[in-house]
């Protein structure tokens, strides 16, 4: 009940970016799995790397946003740190272009941006100032 009231107390845009970001970290572990019990799934648009990076550059672009704004209130380095992780994170995987551990670097990644929202979340709730 006590989870319930705090994720309650997140703007409508964070509850999209962290669904987003928990979303994408669920895809990426859901596909080494379907691609050895089905492999037919592979070519289903649940794997497609269209929905890839859709899911990605909407998870950075909405973390961007709300990471900044709230960096601009509180400037607190953690979450931003924790995106940049992740671009990171997605920038190797880029640059190694293996397929086989692809599924590891976007795990990483949504680990990192949920990660940011939490730290984020929690500064929030735990912030004294009268920033609106």
């Known amino acids: 009940m006590i989870k319930r009231k705090k994720i309650g107390k997140l703007l409508p845009l964070e509850r999209i970016g962290l669904v987003l970001s928990i979303v994408c970290a669920i895809h ?65 995987e880029v640059l190694w272009q293996n397929k086989s551990v692809d599924w590891l670097f976007g795990v990483i990644l949504g680990v990192f941006i949920t990660w940011a929202y939490w730290v984020n979340y929690k500064h929030k709730s735990s912030c004294r100032c009268k920033i609106s």
């Open 28 to 92: 990426c572990l859901s596909l080494p799995i379907f691609l050895f019990f089905a492999p037919y799934l592979a070519s289903s648009f649940a794997f497609n790397e269209s929905i890839e990076w859709l899911l990605v550059i909407s998870s950075f672009l909405l973390a961007g946003i709300l990471l900044y704004q709230d960096f601009k209130k509180h400037r607190q380095f953690q979450p931003l740190i924790l995106l940049a992780l992740a671009a990171f994170a997605k920038f190797l």
